[in-house]
């Protein structure tokens, strides 16, 4: 009897999704394990940086400069900079990053780089940066 209405309720679900238009499959001898297929974090490299300066521009935009190098002994793409903005209460006033490299180049191991831009951010009391790019495989 708990057959008979097992099959039932795979034939109506079956049913249902072919009139919803839904494609429907199932196949639990094939199910296939789960896990992560490339994890980010393994291939991230952190990078060194120097000469950090924020300021307010004339303009009321926050200026973020520095150099970015990199001082691992692995050859890096992607180089970006994080960049969060805090106020005197340590709220996030702000929170960016920006690609320092061009795409997909290699940023090899003593290479450096200046970078200089605006965010748009009020009332910035104290700031995190970090650098960080991709292990090139």
């Known amino acids: 009897m708990n057959v008979d209405k097992y099959f039932f309720f795979i034939v109506s679900f079956l049913i249902s999704g072919i009139l ?3 494609n429907i499959s199932i196949i639990a ?22 000469e950090i300066e924020i300021g307010e521009s004339p303009t009321g935009l926050i200026y973020v400069k520095g150099t ?19 106020d005197a209460n340590n709220s996030t ?8 490299t061009p795409a997909s180049s290699t940023f090899k191991p003593g290479y450096e780089r200046d970078f200089y831009f605006f ?3 009020n009332n910035v009391d104290h700031y995190i940066i ?8």
């Open 20 to 22: 919803i238009g839904t």
């Open 29 to 50: 001898t094939y199910a296939q394990e789960q896990g992560m297929i490339n994890s980010l974090s393994s291939n991230i490299v952190n990078l060194e940086l120097r």
């Open 68 to 86: 970015a190098i990199n001082n691992s002994t692995l050859d890096t793409r992607d180089v970006k900079v994080l960049v969060k903005l805090f």
């Open 93 to 100: 006033v702000s929170e960016t990053s920006r690609f320092i």
């Open 119 to 121: 965010v748009s951010a």
């Open 130 to 137: 970090t650098a960080e790019g991709e292990k090139v495989p």
